[in-house]
Structure formats: C-alpha cells, structure tokens
C-alpha cells in the first residue's frame, strides 16, 4: 500500500495520480474494515476487575477498549483512568 501512495504522490507523471488515488483511497477504506471486523466483540458481562486484570497482565488494547464500551468514555481518558487505578494498586 505504501508503494501505491509513493506512486500516486510521484510527479513523474501527472496522469497516473487521478487513477490511483482512488485505488489508494478504496485499500484504505477496505483495511480499516478489515482491521475493524477482526477486533473481538467485547464481553456482554464486563467488569472493571476484568478490565484492570487485563491491563496488568499487559493487554492494554483490549483494556482501554473494554473500559470505553462499559464506561462511555475516550480512550485518553480511558487509558489515564486504568493508569491511575493501576498506579494506585502499586504498593
């Protein structure tokens, strides 16, 4: 993907780039799908102790995702709340 962008952003020839912007813009959009449908569901029965056992085991990812979907929050504000929960566990 990243040699079609090179390609289309080429001014070598200036009619090649309105023909492969669209391809370009066509991957993109499939690879966000892709990535998107891979992701797994999150638990119907979540719970923030499942969620922070999850960061400290080191799945941060699926930490801060599991936290936005029970919690309604961004995942900046997800990620600073399970930092400071874990921050405090600390001893």
């Known amino acids: 993907m990243l040699v079609i962008l090179a390609l289309a952003r080429s001014p070598a020839d200036p009619h090649l780039t309105p023909v492969l912007w669209p391809i370009v813009a066509g991957l993109a ?33 699926i930490a801060i995702r599991w936290y ?19 921050r405090d566990l600390e001893p």
Do not use: M
């Open 68 to 86: 936005r979907a029970l919690h309604g929050v961004g995942a900046r504000d997800a990620k600073h709340a399970i930092e400071s929960h874990l």
């Open 29 to 61: 959009i499939a690879l966000v799908i892709v990535v998107s449908v891979l992701q797994p569901p999150v638990p119907p029965n979540i719970s923030d102790d499942n969620i922070f056992a999850e960061a400290s085991k080191g799945h941060w990812v």
